[in-house]
């Protein structure tokens, strides 16, 4: 196995629990070992926001809004450790549910289109449920 599919794995384990294309995915290795998926949240009849789920190893995962200014992102949820790749989906589908939206694949991606329903379709978890940290706050 090479750095880069040791680093492509999880991200492509992420997606495919998030009904996500392996496309939809960007791994880096070397220096700066990690990558990101790119997916959107749509909330009702809303345009979609975009986000990075980011992959940092040994930190863990970030949930960042990107407001499409020059790469600027603002971090919305932290996940630490080194979590299933189910539960990293929870974590994103509660964290999306909490801000009022839900998961859809970017209109710049080929074939964008809102996640299909079926095997891989992921309800968030019931309302109450802690599932994520939102970031800069503490537990």
Known sequence: MTNESAAADPLRAVAAELGLQPEDTRARAGDFEGGRIRFAGRAAE???????????????????????RDG?????????????????ADFVLNALAGRGERLVRRSDEPGAEP????????????????AFRPAGRRP
């Open 115 to 130: 996640v299909p329903p079926g095997e891989k379709d992921r309800s968030p978890a019931q309302p109450g449920a802690k």
């Open 46 to 68: 809303a345009e979609p926001s975009d986000y990075l789920l980011r992959w940092i190893p040994g930190e863990g995962w970030q949930l960042a809004a990107d407001d499409g």
């Open 72 to 88: 600027v992102v603002q971090v919305v949820a932290t996940l630490t450790g080194t979590p299933p790749p189910e539960a990293v």
